[in-house]
């Protein structure tokens, strides 16, 4: 695997490389990552990844100073998953002066993630469009279990007539149910005993719709209720609708359940298709 920090150089090594697949990261890659990886080497003739933990996408009192760094660990993962390059600059690298042209998106970046991380998707659409205009890749991954963040940088890539395929892979669990995350890392020992439990709210939840129930703010209600009194703090469960993450105008479309919660420092995120 070869390794760039530089983008005149990472430009000069991705000339003549047939079609290339893209897997934006910012480390401390697990399992989830390895099977974007992997996904990637069927849609293409090189596949790239990058590592860049992205402070325009931080708040201020988030976790952008300690968010866990892992190189050298994640290369080795990188390369034993058939990555051809890896592109990991530095801040300086990608940001030589200070970034004021950004990308906006529009009322989606408000809702659920955005109301409580204001900016965020701000700074991930314009991290990753930049990523794109350097690396001009033919298919990106990301990853579903950062639901919104998928459908907003597809409706950017659509909206903005980028050349670029979009695919969502499929969010990589641990046996007890729990979506993998570099967040998972900062949970105590107890508190990775209780995390499960989140995504069995949301199973719980699923569940319930495909039965017939249909009175979802009960459901919400409930589900964010059943965390909070086992030590999460929770800052939504919303059954949404797929196309457009907006409250259901039906229960006959294809429906989304997604949830944030504090346990201990993490914020855990996750979400299930119905
Ligand atoms: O999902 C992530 O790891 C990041 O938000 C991304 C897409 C790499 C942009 O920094």
Redesign the pocket.
Known sequence: MQIYSSIPELRAALKNRGRIVFV???GNLHAGHISLMKEARAHGDTVVA?I?V?PL?FGPSEDFNSYPRTFDADCQKLEAAGVDILFAPTVKDLYPEPQEYVVDPPAIQNLLEGEFRPGHFQG?AT??LKLFNIVQPAVAL??KK?YQ?LMV?RNMTRQLALPIEIVGGETVRAEDGLALSSRNGYLSPDERAEAPRLHRVLTRIRDAVLQGERDFAKLEKEAAAELDSHGWQTDYVAIRQQADLQPPQSADIPLVILAASRLGKPRLIDNLEI
């Open positions: 934006p990261t910012m990058s860049f992205n996408q991930v991290v990753v990301f990853g950062d963040q940088l």
